[in-house]
């Protein structure tokens, strides 16, 4: 298996898009973006001392790991075909999907673009004749 793309504890200070509901739209103040990654510091900063904590008290980390938080960075392993590659990189490089899987897509796109240079050529081509 290849790996494809790495998540990272990051910041989403975003408000919720009201027409889609996979989406978040920037339109937060400065200061509910302040306050919302303060709460997400302290939130993961007491999370992981437990965390810590339970594996040294011998904790398994399969069992201890239900204390971090969702933002916990984390591996992604992939597989599929050319075919199946290309449908999943026209699906979930577009806008409207949700940040953190186009934030993957595009790391799959940049992957693609490197090993498979002729056919990134086809499917950027399939992706402008989509977006037009």
Do not use: C
């Amino acid at each position: 298996m290849t790996r494809i793309a790495q998540l990272v504890r990051v910041r989403l200070d975003k408000g919720q898009d009201h027409k889609n509901r996979q989406n978040s739209i920037d339109d937060l103040s400065e200061d509910t973006k302040q306050w919302f990654n303060a709460a997400q510091d302290y939130a993961w900063n007491v999370t992981y001392d437990l965390y810590k904590q339970s594996l040294d008290l011998g904790i398994a980390k399969e069992s201890a790991r239900f204390l971090l938080p969702l933002n916990t960075m984390t591996m992604l392993y992939m597989k599929g075909n050319i075919r199946s590659w290309i449908h999943y990189l026209l699906a979930r490089t577009h806008s409207s999907t949700q940040k953190e899987h186009r934030d993957i897509a595009l790391g799959v796109e940049e992957i693609f673009k490197e090993q498979l240079p002729t056919i990134f050529e086809m499917y950027q081509m399939e992706k402008n004749e989509i977006n037009r």
